[in-house]
């Protein structure tokens, strides 16, 4: 006989039915071990959403602008960086002070002379080596200290006081700084010195072809002109980080002018030379910048 046909739908509920009174216990189909995977997808999911509309709410939080760097501490009994301010001191009088110390760089050599010997066109502020250029100048007494001298000296002054000194050192000047002649009544005093005041070149700065601050020969204006307008012309002289030392003086740069100067000198107890006997000696520029052609090479 024709049986009236049961979708599997049908089938399977009646099985179910049957199987809830008298028939076996149904099983139910085993959990899923990746129930947990189903999980874990779902946090990635809400986390991403999440930071999605964090970083649309506020563009600002994903990119931050960096600040200014703050200075690392510095070391319990550190010294510098000082300013020129740091070496004048006001006296019990109220006269402002200055302490100096005067390095006299010995004459510049002649554009042929630094060709033939492979030395220096021009005279440098040493820093790695300022150590063992000042011995060398105090070596050769070419070094002096002025402490506790008023803003209001004259340059001149000042120069004629090394002057004398290195006179009485040994040194030997021309009467004329320029032409060892006579020197000309047309010359006023402060352009008959025999020594020179040194001026940075570019406010002390340094580039790629000069690694050392350079110095050139400065003008004294007139007979007239102080100390103050030297120490406090922060452009041709007064560069603090490089005119100010340690103990708070005031770094001053001359040099002689005249190449015609001698010194009668022991080269080899100076280190200069192998001549163990004193004697009169007017190559002293040669053999200090000949040690001395830059800043890294002594």
Not at 187 to 211: D, M, P, S, T, Y
């Amino acid at each position: 006989p024709i049986t009236t046909y049961l979708s599997p739908l049908s089938m399977l509920a009646s099985v179910r039915a049957s199987g809830s009174n008298n028939g076996p216990p149904s099983f139910a189909p085993p959990a899923s071990p990746f129930h947990s995977l189903t999980t874990i997808e779902q946090a990635n999911r809400d986390r991403n959403e999440h930071a999605a509309q964090m970083s649309t709410s506020n563009p600002e939080r994903r990119r931050k602008r960096r600040g200014q760097g703050r200075k690392p501490p510095r070391l319990v009994g550190g010294v510098g960086p000082f300013k020129v301010e740091d070496t004048i001191v006001t006296a019990s009088d109220g006269t402002e002070v200055v302490s100096l110390v005067v390095l006299v760089y010995p004459p510049r050599l002649s554009p042929d002379d630094c060709q033939i010997h492979n030395l220096p066109l021009e005279l440098h502020h040493y820093v790695q080596n300022s150590d063992a250029f000042q011995t060398v100048l105090e070596s050769l007494n070419l070094v002096y200290h002025f402490d506790n001298l008023s803003l209001n000296t004259k340059v001149v002054d000042l120069l004629d006081v090394v002057q004398s000194s290195l006179s009485q050192a040994g040194w030997t000047f021309p009467q004329n700084p320029s032409s060892g002649t006579e020197p000309s009544a047309f010359f006023r005093r402060h352009e008959r010195l025999a020594i020179q005041l040194l001026r940075f070149v570019g406010r002390g700065n340094i580039n790629n072809n000069a690694k050392t601050p350079r110095l050139i020969p400065g003008k004294v204006e007139s007979e007239t002109m102080t100390l103050a307008q030297v120490v406090c012309n922060s452009a041709d002289y007064g560069v603090a980080k490089y005119a100010v030392t340690p103990e708070k003086k005031f770094l001053l740069h001359t040099v002689i002018r005249s190449p015609n100067v001698s010194l009668n000198v022991n080269l080899f107890e100076k280190g200069l030379g192998s001549e163990n006997v004193a004697q009169t000696h007017n190559c002293l520029s040669k053999r200090i910048y000949g040690i001395f052609r830059s800043d890294g090479d002594a």
